[in-house]
Each structure stands twice: as structure tokens, then as C-alpha cells.
């Protein structure tokens, strides 16, 4: 077990890179015991990836790229501005409204960092404020990236965990609204103290053009909901909506409803039972193929070429984290170290809060050394027996355990949000950590509301029949 363990953080302090280091210290652990033949090693990395669920990975980096060069960005912060650019700090506020949108397309943080922060960074830095409070804006909000649905590491979590990943994603709404009015707090009191004024002129035309956006989505699911109750069959119901929604948006050109329609279907999709999370990744790349090509006709053959490389890419790289951490699980569980390490944290406290707290600051650690699907993949089989066995809900387990390492991404030695926002602001590293320590107070404050209160997380995969 130590050998394995020490291993790893040998190959780590010397710089290699996280999912070798665990394959590496794997195969040299299997070689030196001699407990399993070496041919273990390829069987377990295989069938680690060897998943229904997993499909959804490259589905969903797929469509969060395509929405990238369908114009969606532009049109997500330029319906952010009308909405919230009048308040004071308000690009501050425009950057968390276009990260919540943005969060139910691509579901992921680096992307959103990557993705919406190019735009953002660089309106923010015209319009006078400092780099750094243009960059820790950006990285706090790129943190409802997975929190909000749809999410890669609900993905992960939920195939490895055995829980119902509709239930997972439903989870996320009310957390991801409780941090996105924590950030919006947070940027009025840096404004309040700076003496910030808006950075949009208030219009009663945009804020109510704005506003219509938003009802006019939130009205979809309830003519739906009437259209069945007089008699209608469900999708006939939803068709004739989503008809008249896009004639609507091609008549008036919305800045943002088609892109606010994303995680609608996606939870609408699973909800009336049309497809799994797994295929509502597929929903979710036709929805932006349409998006692109048909209705804002902004794609071409060579960025959807590139959108296609890129996600090859990014999906290669995320497996092979997934394939080396899944022989180092085994092997943990395999050599009883995630037992030990399970009777040493239930000798130590049978209180499900105090579990918590230390559960908390575990994965807060290694989510700071650690990728996020590697530290899932790991850290799963270890907690969530105890976490069964001390009567907390998985699916609040795994919000808790996605906010820890999202808030991991903020922060060095391997935070990829940190160096991705360095890179784009074209600042250092160190100056970037600086600038992102202030984001950490409402982002601890969210997650110690999630921790200590279930019910924001539970409330509505129970309310739709949903979870245990």
C-alpha cells in the first residue's frame, strides 16, 4: 500500500504529470508485490472507460465547443449587459449572469474560463477595472461550470458512485443559484467600497427586452404543462412549444432564449423520460449543430473541423486520467488502503458532520494537487462507503465533493482555471492566485451552505421523484 502511495507522490514532486504518475506507480506497485499479474493493469485501464455513462464526456465537451463558434458567446454577454450591465460593478455582474448561462451549455470550468472569460476579461479591462478583480470575477463564476447542469463530473461521479445522474444534475440548480446571488453580493460590495458606478446606461427598452427573454423561457415547460393537462399527448405538447418558440426567436431575434433553452431541454429531456443524461450530451450537440448551422448560420466547415479536433483532444486527455486512476483505485481498494483509511476516519468520528468537515478539507487538499476526474475517480471508492454507512444522501455527497474540487481549479500547484485565466489576462501566476483569494470567501460561505444544509441540494430531485 505505501509503496503504491509513495510511488505516486514521488512521480508527482518530480513533475510528472498526474495521470501517468498514477499508471507509473500502479505498474511499478503490481511489478514489485507481484500480487497480480502485470496484464492486470491494461484489463483494469480498459475497463475503467469500458461505460455507458461515459459517453456523455465527449458529447458534452462537443457541444460546449460548438456553441463556442456559433456566435452563443457573444450573445449570452450581450444579453447579460441589458440585464445587469446598469447595476453598479456592472460588468462584474454581467460576468457571473453569462457564466450561469454559459454553465448550462458546456459543463465544465475550464471551458467556460477559456471560453466566455476571453470576452469578458477583455470588456471588464477597457472599461477601467484592474486585471486582477477582472480575473478573480472570472474564475470564482467559471466555478458554476459544473455545479450548474449539465456537468462532466456529475458524469463521473454518478457512474462510479451507482447514483442517478438526472438526480445529480437536478441537485445543482439550487446550489448554483445560491453561489451565483453570493458572487452578485460580493461584486456590489467591491463596488459599494470602490465607488463603482454601472457600465451600461439603464434602458428600460433592453431591461424589459431582456427580462422578456427570460419569462418567455421560463413559459416553455408551462405551456408544455398546460398543452398535456387539456389533453394533448406529451410530445405533441412539446413540439407544437418548441415550434412556436423558434418561430418567435426568428421573428425577433433574441439575444440569448435559444441559448437559455439548453439545459431546459437537457432536464426537460430526462425528465419526461425521452433520453438518458448520457444521450441528452447527444441532445445537447444536435441542439448546438442547430444552433450553429440552421438558425444563427455561423459555423463553417473549418471551426466545425477545429471544434471536432479540439474536443478530440480534450476527450483523449480526460479518459486517460479516467483509465490511470481507475487501476490506482482498484489497487487502493485491491490492497485494503481505502479500507484502512474508511475504519481510521470512522474510529475517529461516527458524526456525519463532523465526517463532513473532514471530508471537506480531504477533498479541498487533494483537489488542489489532483485533477478533478482523478480525484473522483479515486476519492469515490473510499468515502462512499462511509458516506452510505454514516445515512448521507450520495447525491449531496457529490455536490459537496464537486464544489470542494471546483474551488480546487483556483488554486496552484495544478490549478487548471488558474493558469488558463493567467494565460488569457496575460498575467502571473502568483499575481493571479492574489487576485483570486478575496473569490474565496462567498465560494467557502456556498460551500459550507451546501454541506450543512441538504435540502438545497435534495429538494428538487425529491420534489421530481428523483434520488432515495
Keep these: 500500500m505505501w509503496l503504491l502511495i509513495g510511488g505516486f507522490l514521488f512521480l508527482m514532486l518530480c513533475g510528472v504529470p498526474v495521470a501517468i504518475a498514477m499508471a507509473g506507480a500502479s505498474l511499478v506497485y503490481i511489478l514489485v508485490s507481484g500480487t497480480v499479474p502485470d496484464v492486470v493493469i491494461a484489463q483494469r485501464m480498459i475497463a475503467g472507460v469500458e461505460s455507458f455513462p461515459l459517453l ?36 462584474g455582474q454581467v460576468n457571473i449572469i453569462g457564466s450561469v448561462i454559459f454553465s448550462g451549455m458546456s459543463g465544465t470550468a475550464i471551458a467556460d474560463a477559456a471560453g466566455l472569460g476571453t470576452i469578458e476579461i477583455k470588456a471588464m479591462k477597457d472599461h477601467g477595472y484592474s486585471t486582477e478583480f477582472s480575473v478573480g470575477v472570472t474564475a470564482a463564476s467559471a466555478t458554476l461550470g459544473p455545479i450548474i447542469p449539465p456537468s462532466l463530473p456529475f458524469v463521473i461521479y454518478g457512474m462510479l458512485a451507482n447514483v442517478s445522474i438526472g438526480a445529480l444534475f437536478l441537485g445543482g440548480v ?113 441542439w448546438s449543430l442547430f444552433l450553429g448551422l440552421v438558425r444563427y448560420r455561423s459555423m463553417t466547415l473549418k471551426t466545425l473541423a477545429k471544434a471536432t479536433f479540439d474536443t478530440i483532444e480534450t476527450t483523449a486527455s480526460v479518459l486517460f486520467i479516467v483509465t490511470a ?37 480531504l477533498i479541498l487538499f487533494v483537489g488542489c494537487f489532483i485533477d478533478t476526474i482523478a480525484a473522483i475517480t479515486i476519492l469515490v471508492p473510499i468515502l462512499l462507503p462511509i458516506v452510505l454507512k454514516l445515512g448521507i444522501d450520495p447525491i449531496h455527497f457529490g455536490l459537496i465533493m464537486t464544489l470542494n474540487l471546483m474551488i480546487g481549479l483556483l488554486h496552484p500547484p495544478l490549478g487548471m482555471v488558474l493558469f488558463v485565466l493567467a494565460r488569457v489576462a496575460r498575467l502571473s501566476v502568483e499575481r493571479t492566485t492574489m487576485a483570486i483569494l478575496p473569490w474565496l470567501v462567498p465560494l467557502m460561505i456556498a460551500l459550507l451552505a451546501i454541506t450543512y444544509i441538504p435540502g438545497l441540494t435534495l429538494w428538487l430531485p425529491h420534489a421530481m421523484g428523483l434520488g432515495r
Excluded: C, H
Design 56 to 91: 456523455a464526456v465527449p458529447f458534452f465537451i462537443l457541444a460546449g465547443n460548438l456553441m463556442n463558434i456559433a456566435g452563443v458567446t457573444g450573445r449570452i454577454y450581450a444579453f447579460a449587459v441589458a440585464l445587469v450591465g446598469w447595476m453598479r460593478g456592472g460588468l
Design 174 to 286: 439550487v446550489p448554483g443559484v445560491v453561489m451565483t446571488l453570493l458572487m452578485m453580493a460580493t461584486v456590489a460590495y467591491f463596488a459599494r467600497r470602490n465607488g463603482w458606478g454601472s457600465d451600461a446606461a439603464f434602458n428600460w427598452r433592453k431591461l424589459l427586452s431582456a427580462s422578456i427573454e427570460v419569462v418567455i423561457v421560463l413559459a416553455f415547460p408551462a405551456a408544455v404543462y398546460v398543452m398535456i393537462e387539456v389533453g394533448l399527448s406529451t410530445n405533441q405538447a412539446v413540439l407544437i412549444a418548441l415550434a412556436v418558440l423558434i418561430a418567435l426567436d426568428w421573428y425577433f431575434d433574441f439575444s440569448a432564449v435559444m441559448a437559455l433553452m439548453t439545459p431546459v431541454i437537457l432536464i426537460g429531456g430526462m425528465t419526461l423520460g425521452w433520453f438518458t443524461p448520457t444521450e441528452a450530451a447527444v441532445a445537447a450537440v444536435i
Design 325 to 361: 486512476a481507475s487501476i490506482f483505485a482498484w489497487l487502493l481498494t485491491a490492497s485494503q488502503a481505502a479500507q484502512m483509511l474508511s475504519d481510521a476516519i470512522l474510529g475517529f468520528t461516527q458524526n456525519k458532520w463532523v465526517f463532513l468537515a473532514l471530508a471537506n478539507l
